[in-house]
């Protein structure tokens, strides 16, 4: 290996960040210490390093000083890396000549109060990060190509837009819905708060758009089975599940002419097999063979066959011409190529049942929201009219429980987190009742009504004005009495600061939500990571909302933490946006921090390979016998095989052992040679 030794000649910036860093140590101190060590030329300090005049004095350095590294102690790396590594290349040296001491957030925000200790603390951070300046190297990004393509995963109105936003753009996009139709969770929603809105009419022309759109390959009643590859080149497996029915395309291909599902519904007249709608909440009945709801899309019926008997009534029903059921069809399974992919799989609600005060499927008349949006629906299995389940009367007094779950501290199914939209729709609930049911009394039980959107407080106002009661306290407990099914809502009234009472008729939980089920098993198979709660974890929650840390994965939607409609349409347009700028670059740079393998180091014993997470190293044979292999753009740079290597022949880039051990050695032997 060359021994390009070149004498170090570092130069060290320190920000004063306003007062977040120089209102906590002595910024002259570190200023003064950095001069003192060895292969520094030259210190400075200035309020702001990451502002222009800031950048200005690191170029101007360079040329100055003749600088070969350079350390900034400053911020976080993940806010203003970037930021500094353009001025380094911009001062002509290579940006990974560039390292940085985080003295704001693990140093003046955790030692706020301890001033020598704070600047003690920042002298360390500084000496480490010059010793490995010292030894950093220039390093060269790689391109890869990226495929004109792209997934969207979830046909939410999350996933709709971001699909309809890509394809309009001109790229392939791939929709993939693991429900018999698009639409999402607003399709179950009657209207939308705060213009009252009707959901499906404003949401059924976005999902015939995205029928028709001939960008948008639309997969309904499909899974994502597999994901491989990096930013780029991503190669995706899906499941198209046994649907039973052929749509006419399917039938074409089969030789039917004329054939398939024309959605004539002749099929689920004559099933014998009744089960409860899922869509329905279990509030209506379904055929085996059905559809999704009214408007779905696509207009195919589908067979579920974990209920079906396979009589074969339906198949005579259907035809000898459009011969659209198959009973004996089974999964299938596709594969494309995509250049990125985003993630907008929605939400569920709690199981509301395990908080037992509150008596759901427990007491007939506690529903969850969503229940009620399907009560008051007028395609809803009622018609759109309000009655309790138990015994089909109309409610006048209905009570809505606030954070049902959600701000809630105790554990189980509770979850700490605000919920966001629970206020809006509750209040949206409590002027439909008002509206639809003259005299009836909507009671509305919360600890803060939160409505932070556009025209949502004078939507609160106007709700209020209208005759809505509200009582500020969490409910304590709910009681059936088993003659009237009607219901006693125990709570406090922190306002006058005394319990209450009130009998109801109806009782509606605005139920907490949570991540899907399925959410974990997609995390892990597009490498993306997770929040405390559960949630897909963004990039940077300020600066870079839309994207993840894996390379080519965005996320839109509630999948990435709790939203309402507005908010999910907007980041959905932002992932798309932010989707579409590979694709359309053509080409991505990637981080050179991957691993290098020292081919006449390596023994070949392959016991690197399975410890990737990221599947990025294999066997390959190389002059007579096998070494190992980087597949670069799916390294991420973790270092496990690194650190498990047994010979010691794999370097990782930027973080090589030398560069490791001097930071040690300048933080144990505090400044001096070893």
Same mark, same amino acid.
Request: proline fraction near 6%; charge should be negative.
């Given at each position: 290996?060359?021994?390009?030794?070149e004498?170090?000649r570092?130069?060290?910036?320190i920000?004063h960040?306003?007062?977040?860093?120089?209102?906590?140590l002595?910024?002259?101190?570190?200023?003064?210490?950095?001069?003192?060590?060895?292969?520094?030329?030259?210190a400075?300090?200035?309020?702001?390093m990451?502002?222009t005049?800031?950048?200005?004095?690191?170029?101007?350095?360079?040329?100055?000083h003749?600088?070969?590294?350079?350390?900034?102690a400053?911020?976080?790396?993940?806010?203003?890396?970037?930021?500094?590594?353009?001025?380094?290349?911009e001062?002509?040296?290579n940006?990974?000549?560039?390292e940085?001491?985080?003295?704001r957030?693990?140093?003046?925000?955790?030692?706020?109060?301890?001033?020598?200790?704070?600047?003690?603390?920042?002298?360390?951070?500084?000496?480490?990060?010059?010793?490995?300046?010292r030894?950093?190297?220039?390093?060269i990004?790689?391109?890869?190509p990226?495929?004109?393509?792209?997934?969207?995963?979830g046909?939410?109105v999350g996933?709709?837009?971001?699909?309809?936003?890509?394809?309009g753009?001109?790229?392939?996009?791939?929709?993939?819905?693991?429900?018999?139709?698009?639409?999402?969770?607003?399709?179950?929603?009657?209207?939308?708060?705060?213009?009252?809105?009707?959901?499906?009419?404003i949401?059924?022309p976005?999902?015939?758009?995205?029928?028709?759109h001939?960008?948008?390959?639309?997969?309904?009643?499909?899974?994502?089975?597999?994901?491989?590859?990096?930013?780029?080149?991503f190669?995706?497996?899906?499941r198209?599940?046994?649907?039973?029915?052929?749509s006419?395309?399917?039938?074409e291909?089969?030789?039917?002419?004329?054939?398939g599902?024309?959605?004539?519904?002749?099929?689920?007249?004559?099933?014998?097999?009744?089960?409860?709608?899922?869509?329905?909440?279990?509030?209506?009945?379904?055929?085996?063979i059905?559809?999704?709801?009214?408007?779905?899309?696509?207009?195919?019926?589908?067979? #579920?066959?974990?209920?079906? @008997? =396979?009589? $074969?009534? *339906?198949?005579? !029903?259907? +035809?000898?011409?459009?011969?659209? &059921?198959?009973?004996?069809?089974v #999964?299938?399974?596709?594969? @494309? =190529?995509? $250049?990125t *992919?985003?993630? !907008?799989? +929605?939400?569920?609600?709690?199981? &509301?049942?395990?908080?037992?005060?509150?008596?759901?499927?427990?007491?007939?008349n506690?529903?969850?929201?969503?229940?009620?949006?399907?009560?008051?629906?007028?395609?809803?299995?009622?018609?759109?009219?309000?009655?309790?389940?138990s015994?089909?009367?109309?409610?006048?007094k209905?009570?809505?429980?606030?954070?049902?779950?959600?701000?809630?501290?105790?554990?189980?199914?509770?979850?700490?987190?605000?919920?966001?939209?629970?206020?809006?729709?509750?209040?949206?609930?409590?002027h439909?009742?008002?509206?639809?049911?003259?005299?009836?009394v909507?009671?509305?039980?919360?600890?803060?009504?939160r409505?932070?959107?556009?025209?949502?407080?004078?939507?609160?106002?106007?709700?209020?004005?209208?005759?809505?009661?509200?009582?500020?306290?969490?409910v304590?407990?709910?009681?059936?009495?088993?003659?009237?099914?009607?219901?006693?809502?125990f709570?406090?009234?922190?306002?006058?600061?005394?319990?209450?009472s009130?009998?109801?008729?109806?009782?509606?939980?605005?139920?907490?939500?949570?991540?899907?089920?399925?959410?974990?098993?997609?995390?892990?198979?597009?490498?993306?990571?997770?929040?405390?709660?559960?949630?897909?974890?963004?990039?940077h929650?300020?600066?870079?909302?839309?994207?993840?840390?894996?390379?080519?994965i965005?996320?839109?939607?509630?999948?990435?933490?709790?939203k309402?409609?507005?908010?999910?349409?907007a980041?959905?347009?932002?992932?798309?946006?932010?989707?579409?700028i590979?694709?359309?670059?053509?080409?991505?740079?990637?981080?050179?921090y991957?691993?290098?393998?020292m081919?006449?180091?390596?023994?070949?014993?392959g016991?690197?390979?399975?410890?990737?997470?990221?599947?990025?190293?294999?066997?390959?044979?190389?002059?007579?016998?096998?070494?190992?292999?980087?597949?670069?753009?799916?390294?991420?740079?973790?270092?496990?095989?690194?650190?498990?290597?047994?010979?010691?022949?794999?370097k990782?880039?930027?973080?090589t052992?030398?560069?490791?051990?001097a930071?040690?050695?300048?933080f144990?032997l505090?400044?001096?040679?070893?």
């Amino acid at each position: 290996m060359a021994e390009a030794k070149e004498e170090p000649r570092i130069g060290v910036f320190i920000c004063h960040c306003g007062t977040n860093i120089a209102g906590s140590l002595s910024i002259e101190e570190v200023m003064e210490y950095a001069k003192t060590l060895p292969g520094v030329i030259v210190a400075d300090e200035y309020q702001y390093m990451c502002s222009t005049p800031g950048q200005k004095k690191i170029v101007e350095a360079i040329a100055e000083h003749n600088l070969n590294g350079i350390v900034v102690a400053a911020c976080s790396p993940r806010l203003h890396e970037p930021t500094f590594r353009t001025a380094t290349q911009e001062g002509g040296l290579n940006k990974f000549r560039f390292e940085m001491a985080n003295i704001r957030d693990q140093n003046s925000w955790v030692h706020m109060h301890d001033w020598e200790g704070a600047t003690a603390k920042a002298k360390d951070q500084v000496r480490i990060a010059v010793a490995k300046a010292r030894m950093l190297e220039d390093l060269i990004p790689k391109s890869v190509p990226v495929e004109h393509s792209a997934l969207v995963l979830g046909g939410g109105v999350g996933g709709m837009q971001a699909a309809l936003d890509l394809a309009g753009a001109g790229i392939k996009t791939y929709l993939i819905e693991k429900s018999p139709s698009i639409g999402g969770r607003m399709s179950q929603l009657d209207k939308t708060f705060p213009t009252l809105d009707c959901s499906q009419c404003i949401l059924t022309p976005k999902m015939v758009d995205v029928g028709r759109h001939p960008n948008i390959e639309l997969y309904t009643y499909a899974e994502v089975e597999n994901v491989e590859g990096y930013i780029g080149n991503f190669t995706v497996t899906i499941r198209k599940k046994a649907r039973g029915v052929l749509s006419p395309d399917e039938a074409e291909a089969r030789g039917i002419i004329g054939g398939g599902c024309n959605g004539c519904g002749d099929c689920a007249e004559v099933c014998p097999v009744i089960k409860p709608n899922p869509f329905e909440f279990g509030m209506a009945p379904r055929k085996a063979i059905y559809i999704y709801h009214p408007q779905v899309m696509p207009l195919q019926f589908t067979v #579920d066959f974990d209920s079906c @008997v =396979k009589c $074969g009534l *339906c198949v005579e !029903a259907c +035809g000898e011409e459009k011969k659209a &059921i198959d009973l004996d069809m089974v #999964d299938t399974f596709e594969e @494309v =190529k995509v $250049g990125t *992919c985003i993630l !907008a799989i +929605g939400y569920d609600l709690i199981p &509301i049942e395990e908080k037992t005060e509150w008596g759901y499927k427990r007491y007939d008349n506690v529903i969850t929201g969503l229940e009620f949006e399907r009560l008051i629906c007028a395609s809803g299995p009622t018609g759109g009219k309000l009655i309790r389940p138990s015994d089909g009367q109309i409610p006048k007094k209905v009570g809505f429980v606030l954070c049902a779950g959600s701000r809630d501290n105790t554990g189980g199914v509770a979850k700490p987190y605000c919920s966001r939209f629970c206020c809006m729709y509750s209040l949206k609930h409590a002027h439909q009742i008002m509206e639809k049911i003259p005299g009836a009394v909507p009671y509305i039980f919360y600890m803060d009504i939160r409505s932070f959107g556009k025209m949502y407080e004078e939507f609160y106002y106007r709700i209020q004005n209208e005759g809505a009661k509200f009582i500020r306290g969490r409910v304590a407990n709910i009681l059936e009495d088993p003659s009237t099914k009607n219901l006693t809502v125990f709570t406090e009234d922190t306002l006058l600061g005394r319990p209450l009472s009130l009998e109801m008729d109806m009782v509606v939980l605005a139920a907490a939500i949570q991540p899907k089920p399925e959410a974990e098993r997609i995390r892990q198979m597009f490498g993306v990571s997770k929040s405390q709660d559960g949630w897909l974890l963004e990039a940077h929650p300020k600066l870079n909302p839309c994207g993840t840390t894996t390379a080519g994965i965005y996320l839109a939607g509630v999948c990435q933490g709790p939203k309402d409609i507005p908010d999910t349409v907007a980041q959905a347009e932002g992932a798309a946006s932010a989707a579409s700028i590979p694709i359309h670059t053509g080409e991505v740079q990637l981080e050179p921090y991957f691993a290098i393998c020292m081919d006449d180091l390596c023994a070949g014993c392959g016991m690197c390979v399975p410890q990737c997470p990221y599947g990025a190293l294999a066997l390959v044979e190389k002059n007579g016998r096998q070494v190992m292999e980087v597949t670069e753009a799916k390294c991420k740079g973790c270092g496990t095989c690194g650190g498990f290597c047994p010979g010691g022949a794999i370097k990782m880039q930027h973080f090589t052992s030398p560069q490791i051990c001097a930071q040690i050695d300048a933080f144990l032997l505090e400044g001096g040679e070893q």
